[in-house]
């Protein structure tokens, strides 16, 4: 028992909240995937299928919580070059999966090579920020550095997948926010994408329709159109059509679960949200559950950011203080996106909740993000370097360009 004890190490908090979103999302799988189940007439499938995925990404964790963080800044910039390749493959030859080219096939196996970019990114983020640390701020070269090598995995994210590339853009701005890089540039940054974003809404409909780039403004533009659809329009008085098919669905669910919900498997609108099971999981979990799970759910996401926080607060060097925050960001503002959607506060995107949702790709990265927020808790902090060097008697070297204060203990 005291060896089965000794096997997940670094924070207990983290690894508590990632055991009972595991769990959550085990059940909540099983009761919405029934559209699932119903096409391939096999009850037990999805959950299966997803349980190995998690169980996959488990084993990942235990690995890479033994892995000292010194090493990822290698991983981030390998992710980076083969995300730059894998996204403009799957621009030019990827899959098409409901309207859009996020997906490329190896051997039978799908993967969205957005998903690398993200991680690889922030990895690349928080080394550069770490790097560029100086007593009074951030070198100046280090928003140029940054924005532009974000400014292309966005762009090239962007023409099938809008949201991912925006919550790209939002955590990388966070991290250079907390990194100390210059209010000026970064304000000025988001007043030039805000002009060019609304340039762009309003020219792109007048365009020939033969220009294949923004063949996905369409389904932006009819999404925004059924979220604004007049205040003048009581809502109840809206027709669900196919355009908010999956939004009035989704209200139905939250109006089903009320406080205390209907109880797991007892869902009636998992039978009619076509994304049950990913994008509107979060709807079923309040119709089972109610607000009451709706809200603890919430609890947990942002909870573990306030963890991450507390974590990059104790790291005794910037890299892995910046790197456990923009991993922590990028789970959380995700969840945000995903559980906005759900309830109706923003219009809908194509964003699993973390670590919940049914996924292959974005499941197995999720759990990687949690593996290395363990591993920065064992070997970047006070508490972790000590207790190193109780159980081997050394602390391991730590590479010069790591080896930048965290500014925050300054």
């Not at 329009?233 to 009035?248: A, L, R």
């Not at 919900?261 to 994008?279: C, I, M, T, V």
Request: proline share 4%.
């Amino acid at each position: 028992m005291e060896g089965i004890k000794s096997i997940p190490k670094g924070d207990k908090y983290i690894w508590g909240i990632y055991f009972v979103l595991c769990i959550i999302s085990i059940l909540e799988i099983y009761s919405a995937s029934s559209t699932l189940t119903y096409k391939i007439q096999d009850y037990f499938a999805p959950t299966v299928r997803h349980a190995l995925f998690l169980f996959c990404g488990t084993i990942g964790v235990l690995i890479i919580q033994n892995i000292h963080y010194k090493w990822f800044k290698g991983v981030g910039l390998l992710l980076l070059l083969i995300s730059f390749i894998l996204l403009i493959y799957a621009l030019v030859a990827g899959q098409v999966v409901n309207d859009a080219k996020r997906w490329i096939s190896f051997f039978g196996i799908s993967l969205q090579p957005s998903e690398f970019a993200k991680l690889g990114m922030v990895i690349f983020t928080a080394f550069i920020l770490a790097n560029k640390q100086r007593p009074n701020g951030v070198e100046k070269n280090t928003f140029t550095i940054i924005s532009c090598t974000a400014g292309v995995f966005c762009l090239l994210i962007f023409p099938e997948n809008f949201s991912t590339a925006f919550l790209l853009a939002s955590v990388i701005f966070c991290m250079m926010l907390i990194g100390r890089v210059e209010l000026k540039k970064l304000f000025g940054m988001v007043g030039i994408i805000v002009l060019v974003g609304v340039l762009t809404y309003l020219l792109v409909p007048h365009l020939p329709k033969e220009w294949t780039l923004f063949d996905r403004v369409t389904t932006w533009e009819n999404r925004v159109d059924q979220f604004f659809h007049g205040s003048e329009i009581p809502e109840y008085e809206v027709k669900t059509v196919d355009g908010n098919y999956q939004v009035h669905h989704a209200r139905m669910a939250i109006a089903n679960g009320g406080v205390f919900g209907k109880f797991w498997g007892n869902s009636r609108e998992r039978d009619f949200l076509p994304q049950a099971y990913s994008d509107f999981i979060y709807a079923i979990i309040i119709e089972e559950m109610g607000y009451i799970g709706g809200i603890f759910v919430m609890f947990l996401y942002i909870s573990l950011l306030i963890r991450a926080g507390m974590i990059a607060k104790k790291c005794t060097r910037a890299f892995p203080a910046f790197l456990i925050l923009g991993i922590a960001l990028m789970i959380v503002f995700q969840a945000i996106i995903n559980m906005a959607v759900a309830v109706g506060l923003i219009p809908v995107t194509g964003q699993p909740l973390p670590l919940i949702s049914r996924g292959g790709t974005s499941t197995i990265i999720t759990c990687l993000y949690f593996g290395i927020m363990l591993s920065i808790s064992r070997y970047a902090t006070i508490e972790g370097i000590e207790e190193e060097k109780k159980l081997t008697g050394t602390v391991t070297e730590i590479p010069e360009d790591l080896s930048a204060p965290n500014p925050n203990m300054m």
